[in-house]
């Protein structure tokens, strides 16, 4: 397979990508859906035949630092390929396609790894691919409840501002939003789960922190969503609690294996 030809490939798409919606944001462009939908998809499709190249080793699954940002960075593109198909997503593709090329360019120039950190056992590999799902849903709705929260803040101050006309009505953001949370928590939940059924010291040395930020993330989300039904918390309420859960969650996970690969 020849990786670099696929990863080349897909930050080409995703440069495009990132140009034709940026047009169309600053009404530069008509919005076309199916051409910018085209585009996503050819590119995630490169971008994921690249990342399986580099992941998988032996039979199992190297996730080494780039090489998990890399997944992650794919999945989140293909997650938001999806849900905008029926929901009004597309402004995240400004933040989403750079994020991917970033992670392409990263796990094509360097080896974070020294060793391959390589997992077979079936069960390991369920809980790591429901946890990457779940960071994947939860960095769309970071974006989204930042974009949320400059909603509020410029209805307020400036209800015609570019971003404004850009976005769809509040109360859709809003809907979306919590629509993200919910499935980001069942994946999370099932996530913590199966790694409490198939990892033996869940609480080993090298997993404590990201275990601990996770169930803080799990515990942040799960408030937010009873706050929303006991005491109706919406609007910038509902995007500070998100990005709260959000960073422990990208903490746990990201931060452990940054510690533990790249400076320790």
Known sequence: MNILFFGLTSIALYSLGTTYQALIYFQKAPSKP?????????????????T??????????DLSFFNASSLFASLIVAVLLIVSVQRP????????????IATIVCALLFD???????????????????????????TLAAGQAFLLYLQNKQLKTNYTSLLIRNLPPLQTMEALLFEMIWTG?????????????????????????????????????TALLVGRQIKGWRG??????????CLFLMLGYFG??????LIL
Do not use: C, R
């Not at 199916?34 to 690249?50: C, K, P, R």
């Not at 928590?185 to 080993?204: E, N």
């Not at 910038?236 to 859960?245: E, P």
């Open 236 to 245: 910038i309420t509902a995007s500070k609690w998100t990005l709260w859960g």
């Open 112 to 138: 974070a790894s020294p060793e391959e950190l390589t997992y077979k056992n079936s069960g390991i590999l369920s809980h790591i691919i429901l946890s990457v799902l779940a960071y994947s849903v939860f």
């Open 34 to 50: 199916f051409f910018a939908l085209l585009i996503g998809l050819i590119a995630a499709a490169a971008h994921s035949t690249m």
């Open 52 to 61: 399986y190249g580099l992941v998988s080793v032996n039979g199992g699954l």
């Open 256 to 261: 452990s294996k940054l510690v533990i690969e």
């Open 89 to 100: 997503t597309q402004n995240l593709f400004l933040v989403a396609y750079p994020i991917a």
């Open 185 to 221: 928590l069942i994946l999370l939940t099932l996530g913590i789960v199966s790694g409490a059924i198939f990892i033996d010291d869940l609480f080993a040395q090298h997993l404590a922190h990201k275990t601990i930020l996770s169930i803080i993330a799990w515990s942040i989300f």
